[in-house]
């Protein structure tokens, strides 16, 4: 099973700044890794795939890089519906398909 | 617009079978480019896939769970369904169902979730 590990585990940042989320995996996952977005009482929301695609309709602040076993989700520009946690998702080698553990960004 | 909807019980005693069914509408479960699967989350924990079934039936399982785990599709009534047997309080969870992509293995559409709690 790939094990996938998030940090950090919470982000406090101020609105309009940038948040930068970082996702490893215990072995080459290639470029098949997800972002999801989920707000509290929600379910997930898929954010980008790929590593660096984003969905039809995710606002260009967001934006996914890295290859391998090295990922990065940035929000270049935080706007207070982005507060949330964010997962990432590998999708090489499966199943299981698995998820990171999760990191909560928050006010600063 | 595709929706997803779970139902099932909310409580299931220990030691018993957790069943639930998602209900899919305004698309296809037939269609080729998907897959549909479960996933969990644990209260104020992460996510945990769970398995996914492809239309024909085909099924593919989370080492984890898979002596516990069944997931079944009837295409005629557009769901599909999940049964998790031998329960305990480790499997009290929201349960969501969503659909896999067949390209990129994500799950790009997800129900609402429903909560189920084991406990006597």
């Known amino acids: 099973e790939i094990v996938m590990t998030q940090s950090p585990a919470t982000l406090s940042v101020s609105p309009g700044e940038r948040a930068t989320v970082s996702c490893r995996a215990s072995q080459s996952v290639s470029s098949d890794l997800a972002w999801y977005q989920q707000k509290p009482g929600q379910a997930p929301r898929l954010l980008i795939y790929?590593?660096?695609t984003r969905v039809t309709g995710i606002p260009a602040r967001f934006s996914g890089s890295g290859s391998g076993t090295e990922f990065t989700l940035t929000i270049s520009s935080l706007q207070s519906e982005d507060f949330a946690v964010y997962y990432c998702q590998q999708y090489n080698n499966w199943p299981p398909l698995t998820f990171g553990g999760g990191t909560k960004v928050e006010i600063k | 617009q595709l929706q997803l909807q779970e139902s099932g019980p909310g409580l299931v005693k220990p030691s018993e079978t957790l069943s639930l069914t998602c209900t899919v509408s305004?698309?296809?479960?037939?269609?080729?480019?998907?897959?549909w699967g479960w996933i969990r989350q644990p209260p104020g924990k992460g996510l945990e896939s769970i398995g996914t079934i492809y239309y024909s039936g085909s099924t593919y399982y989370n080492p984890s769970l898979e002596t516990r785990v069944t997931i079944s599709v009837d295409t005629s009534k557009k769901q599909f369904s999940l049964k998790l047997s031998s329960v305990t309080a480790a499997d009290t969870a929201v349960y969501y169902c969503a659909r896999l992509q067949y390209s990129d293995y994500v799950f790009d559409c997800w129900g609402q979730g429903t909560p189920v709690t084991v406990s006597s």
């Open positions: 790929g590593a660096s």
């Open positions: 305004g698309g296809s479960i037939s269609s080729s480019g998907y897959y």
